[in-house]
């Protein structure tokens, strides 16, 4: 299976952004997903996680209430609508595939990544 993320780009502080993650080759229907990001010079870190079914939804504190984690109706895409972005979110936004059927906030749990989309908020 691979991902594909999308919906990258530079916006300006307080904007909105929607990253897109698509499976193909065979469905993850059955797994738990997650958004990371790695922002320059800084280690990879957790953003967001949903289990298989839409529930079990998870996000570190610093993006809580800002961004939405969301799975699309075949269960095979996976969002992250991200609002009122600020400059500290300007990373290289990953999607990854859970071993198990909920989310994790542990990289070391995804065995399936997609090669990442940069999100850039600058003015």
């Known amino acids: 299976v691979q991902l594909q993320a999308s919906g990258g780009g530079l916006v300006r502080p307080g904007g909105s952004l929607r990253l897109s993650c698509a499976a193909s080759?065979?469905?993850?229907?059955?797994?738990?997903m997650g958004w990371f990001r790695r922002a320059p010079g800084k280690e990879r870190e957790f953003v967001a996680g949903?289990?298989?079914?839409?529930?079990?939804?998870n996000y570190a504190d610093s993006v809580k209430g800002r961004f939405t984690i969301s799975r699309g109706y075949a269960k095979s895409t996976v969002n992250l609508q991200m609002n009122s972005l600020k400059p500290e979110d300007t990373a290289v936004y990953y999607c990854?595939?859970?071993?198990?059927?909920?989310?994790?906030?542990?990289?070391?749990?995804?065995?399936?990544w997609g090669q990442g989309t940069l999100v850039t908020v600058s003015s």
């Open positions: 949903i289990g298989w079914n839409g529930g079990n939804t």
């Open positions: 080759g065979r469905a993850v229907t059955n797994n738990g």
């Open positions: 990854a595939a859970s071993r198990f059927a909920v989310s994790s906030i542990y990289s070391y749990n995804y065995n399936i």
